[in-house]
């Protein structure tokens, strides 16, 4: 993920503790991606890029989300419906959240709720999409293929968080290389709020998904060796 500009960019740590860019002025709705377009006009317009670097942050998410709730409009529904219903078939509701925003400047939130068996028939239908090469897999294979280091040694030097130590690459939301398993195999990770993570082995056909309250479990022996050694 080394999107967006890193002078207007945040990351979740910086919103946390009260130190965004100087750039952006207000509450943190005013700050969030959202506002695409007021953002492009405040802080882009006729500006040049900084250096681009790894980045966690839910910039694109929120580009992509909002872009396709602009263009289905009332439609909306039937591609939430189409995707969870249909394809992932799940069995209970999918509660999202809405941003604080006006509707013209979107109101789609990419954080949901979903059971923990949702969840593994999410991930399933996730592989299943990159195994028979449809849209979505070749979408995933792409942003595989572009991956980018995370440079969590250099980011340790430099006293800065490093996320999902065991992953040492980034590509579109997910992280990727973990150690010990070759850069060229496509495993694919995710983390979300506390203890939900979704990690998915395209080529072997296997898959890890945690629900938890707390993520105060071992990850490496729960998740991490049984996605290298099949345990």
Known sequence: MASGDQKHVYDSAAILNGKVSADYRGSRADIDP???QTNLNLHFKNKLPSKKKYNYNVMNTNLILNYVLFKTGDEFQKILDKTFKEK????????????K???EEGNADPMFYATRY???RIAKAIMDDYQND???GKYLKTIFDNRIEKENDKRR????KVQW????GYAGQFQTHYKGISKKRPVMGMGGRAGQHIVIDFERSRIVVTNSLYDNFNYEKIIFKTIKKGK
């Open 101 to 103: 925003a006006l509707k």
């Open 118 to 120: 949702d969840y593994l």
């Open 157 to 160: 030097k430099e006293g800065k």
């Open 165 to 168: 130590v065991q992953a040492r």
């Open 88 to 99: 992932a078939k799940i069995k209970y509701p999918v509660y999202f959240y809405k941003k």
């Open 34 to 36: 959202v506002a695409v």
């Open 134 to 136: 449809t849209c979505v």
